[in-house]
T-cell receptor, first 112, second 113 residues
């Protein structure tokens, strides 16, 4: 059984650029959530996808968007990057009827 | 709004001692309370969780207690070992929101040999 895998592990972008982060959910999991973790803080919920539909969103602007594919993998897209977008972006997955989420190791995004 | 407060922010103990981390949540509708351990350069790892219909749960050296009336829950680690050193996060969620986790600010635990 594979866990949650995220790519890339590290990324440096320039302010104003766009970025796409990718996540492969754990085998058998059909729900994917994305979190932003600033340095020294707890993760903050961005949004969640269930069977390719967004079914929950946190307090993040529309320039944060996502997709979930038929194989339940997911993408997080961020447009018009700002310096404050620098953070660790975490993907987590779970399955129907389960409460526990499995997290990936994250993508460290630095905006300069 | 929904909020989870976690204390202390740092905790240093001697190997073999116990460690306790406490959290308070604001939304009385929360019904699921996981604890995560995050090591440097890694994502959070679920170590134990509790649902609102249970007051206490134990797994070897780790236990969690929940007081729904006071909206408090705590993590207890006994016989601490240096490999327990990490950042620990509590979280709360409502099952009907399908898993949106509200995290505390984290506790950096240091276990000195």
């Amino acid at each position: 059984e594979t866990g949650v895998t995220q790519s890339p592990t590290h990324l440096i972008k320039t302010r104003g650029q766009q970025v796409t982060l990718r996540c492969s959910s754990q085998s058998g999991h059909n729900t994917v959530s994305w979190y932003q973790q600033a340095l020294g803080q707890g993760p903050q919920f961005i949004f969640q996808y269930y069977r390719e539909e967004e079914n929950g969103r946190g307090n993040f602007p529309p320039r944060f968007s996502g997709l979930q594919f038929p194989n339940y993998s997911s993408e997080l897209n961020v447009n018009a990057l700002e310096l404050d977008d620098s953070a660790l972006y975490l993907c987590a997955s779970t399955s129907d009827g389960s409460y526990g989420y499995t997290f990936g190791s994250g993508t460290r995004l630095t905006v300069v | 709004g929904e909020n989870v407060e976690q204390h202390p922010s740092t905790l240093s103990v001697q190997e073999g001692d116990s460690a306790v981390i406490k959290c308070t949540y604001s939304d009385s509708a929360s019904n699921y309370f996981p604890w995560y351990k995050q090591e440097l350069g890694k994502g959070p790892q679920l170590i134990i969780d509790i649902r609102s219909n249970v007051g206490e749960k134990k797994d070897q050296r780790i236990a969690v207690t929940l007081n729904k009336t006071a909206k408090h829950f705590s993590l207890h680690i006994t016989e601490t070992q240096p490999e327990d050193s990490a950042v620990y996060f509590c979280a709360a969620s409502k099952a009907n929101q399908g898993g949106k986790l509200i995290f505390g600010q984290g506790t950096e635990l240091s276990v000195k040999p």
